[in-house]
């Protein structure tokens, strides 16, 4: 035990400085509670760091260290994990993350047998993931029947069939065996593994090798649709150009080995597992292979949904400039910056992906977001312009397109270019209720062809009965064409549906005050003003005029503004 407790101790006070996080937590319950505090806030670096010096002051803190463990993973920062691993598991602590982190240690020193001959009950991360890691193993061992076998035996789980099947065809292809592994993939047992991408992008390697470039292309045009991107561009120019492509999937066991720590962190994503946890496993897909693009992808999007930014940003930085994917780690990192405030860093970042790539659309069409946000609408309209110019009015991102820049022009008070654009993009999707809504309000506010407005919001509430800004915007318009207890009834679903929205709840107030409970719209106009007070957000909710109605009442509002006086209703207030 003593040298258990050193060995910890030497670990937590090496890294008891470790990385930017300040220590201000001078006793053990307050680097403790600490540390706690920053893991309930996904604060990786402190959570580290805390642990680590909650760890010198209590060495033999099986807890702590597990923290530390975990946190380290997280991080990356496998070296700083393994003496804590180490010492955790040969006192017979049963871990998880400090298994993860011996299993590293052992693909890292090459130890294949050691890692084939492991116990897995005792000595593993979970049976699945084990049984794929000693088939790779076997194989790196050379006992490649072995091998086989061990696949065979993980798969007798129905759930895990495919992604095992997965698993032997990238065996087969880091064996040089392409046409087993391309019969393999054939037979269909692959299951759903076989049309993501990644699973079709090993097997067009595969076909390569084999002199099939040309039912590659094919693959690819038909498994997506004939959609595709920067990186299938390129795969696909290779194939017609003649070139062999290199098994760049798995091409080594070690390559195959991250494989199966990819193939379960994107399991775990897809079933909406802990993104703490799920984090681990890219980390390690990462460690083991770090050209590994989709995990760097998946490691970055899963900082981000931790709030660990700056993490994140670091990642997509991490991709080199002239590879594939890289306009996707711009938008990434653009996204990123955002989220810190940093609006005019993200704005640079895009603006030179548009120039570098000017038939980007995406990188055009995510700068015309930014720029709209910022109230920018000329400079948004230019950047969707040109990603409209950069596709085929049957892409379909089109309708979305036509639709941003029409809400950009509606802002920028160009009416009728902005009504072109709604119309373009109901064309390309009739039945969109957001599009629907959008151009009905718009046509309510200007007053004009108010039955095809009535209609199109009729038939928007139809497709999303519950968002509350498309019920109000039904109400409103019965309220504009007279029809105020109709009106009522919408109005009052609104508010339900969006309780603390200072625009609805001052429509709710005009339409009582049309119908003559005039004590529940001056409710309804203090709480518009009240949410408009309290709000962190942009909102189109005119406060002044609210406070104006308080003063005088609607009637004598609309006469002020020159505008037509309501019908009135008798009711007992």
């Known amino acids: 035990m003593k040298n258990f407790l050193n060995t910890v101790s030497a670990a937590a006070l090496g890294f008891g400085v470790l990385l930017s996080a300040p220590l201000t937590a001078e006793t053990l319950s307050g680097a403790y509670l600490a540390g706690r505090s920053a893991a309930a806030n996904n604060d990786l670096a402190a959570t580290a760091a805390y642990s680590a010096a909650a760890l010198a002051r209590d060495s033999g803190n099986v807890a702590l260290m597990e923290n530390a463990i975990h946190a380290y993973l997280a991080l990356g920062e496998f070296d700083r994990a393994k003496p804590l691993a180490e010492a955790l598991l040969s006192e017979g602590q049963r871990s998880q993350g400090a298994r993860m982190v011996a299993t590293v240690r052992l693909i890292d020193d090459g130890e294949f047998d050691a890692l084939a001959q492991r116990e897995v009950q005792t000595e593993g991360i979970s049976p699945w ?22 696949f065979d035996t993980v798969s007798t789980d129905a759930g895990m069939r495919g992604v095992v099947a997965y698993h032997r065809m990238l065996a087969l292809g880091t064996l040089g065996r392409y046409a087993e592994a391309q019969a393999l993939f054939e037979t269909g047992a692959l299951g759903t593994t076989a049309r993501t991408r990644r699973g079709v992008i090993a097997y067009v390697e595969i076909l390569s090798q084999l002199g099939r470039n040309a039912d590659g292309v094919k693959t690819i045009a038909e498994t997506f649709n004939g959609a595709t991107d920067p990186e299938l561009d390129v795969v696909i120019a290779r194939l017609e150009s003649g070139e062999k492509l290199p098994f760049a999937t798995a091409p080594t066991v070690r390559a195959g080995l991250a494989e ?46 931790l709030g660990q930014n700056e993490l994140a940003i670091a990642e997509y930085r991490s991709l080199p400039a002239d590879d594939p994917s890289y306009h996707v780690a711009e938008l990434g990192r ?20 548009t120039r570098s790539d000017k038939e980007l659309a995406v990188a055009h069409s995510t700068l015309g977001d930014i720029l709209r946000s910022q109230n920018k609408e000329p400079e948004a309209i230019a950047a969707y312009s040109q990603a409209l110019d950069s596709i085929t009015q049957e892409d379909p991102r089109a309708w979305f397109l036509h639709f941003s820049r029409g809400i950009a022009y509606s802002r920028n008070g160009q009416d009728v270019k902005a009504e072109e654009d709604f119309r373009a993009a109901l064309a390309a999707n009739p039945d969109q209720p957001q599009v629907l809504n959008y151009l009905g309000y718009s046509l309510v506010e200007e007053q004009r062809k108010l039955d095809e407005a009535l209609d199109m919001i009729e038939r928007a509430v139809a497709a999303s009965p519950d968002s509350g800004y498309i019920v109000d915007s039904l109400g409103w318009v019965y309220y504009r064409l007279g029809r105020y207890e109709e009106a009522v009834a919408q109005m009052e679903r609104a508010v339900e549906l969006e309780a603390v929205d200072p625009v609805v709840n001052d429509h709710l107030g005009d339409v ?53 006086p309501l019908q009135q209703v008798a009711h007992d207030d």
């Open 260 to 305: 199966v720590f990819y193939t379960f962190a994107s399991l775990l994503q897809a079933e909406q597992a802990s993104n703490y946890y799920t984090l681990l496993y890219a980390r390690v897909a990462r460690h083991l292979r770090p050209d590994h693009v989709d995990a760097l992808l998946l490691t970055a999007e899963l900082l981000e949904s």
């Open 334 to 353: 653009a996204a990123g910056l955002r989220l810190l405030g940093k609006v005019d860093q993200a704005v640079e970042v895009l603006e030179q992906l």
């Open 512 to 564: 009582y005050w049309a119908v003559g409970r005039k004590r529940e719209a001056q409710f309804q106009w203090r709480r518009a003003l009240s949410f408009i007070e309290f709000s962190t957000s942009d909102t189109e909710a005119e406060p002044d005029r609210i406070r104006r109605k308080l003063e005088v009442g609607l009637d004598a509002v609309l006469e002020e503004e020159g505008a037509a």
């Open 129 to 150: 993931v084990d049984g794929l890691v000693k088939a790779w193993a076997l194989i790196g061992t050379d006992d490649i029947d072995a091998a086989m076998a061990q």
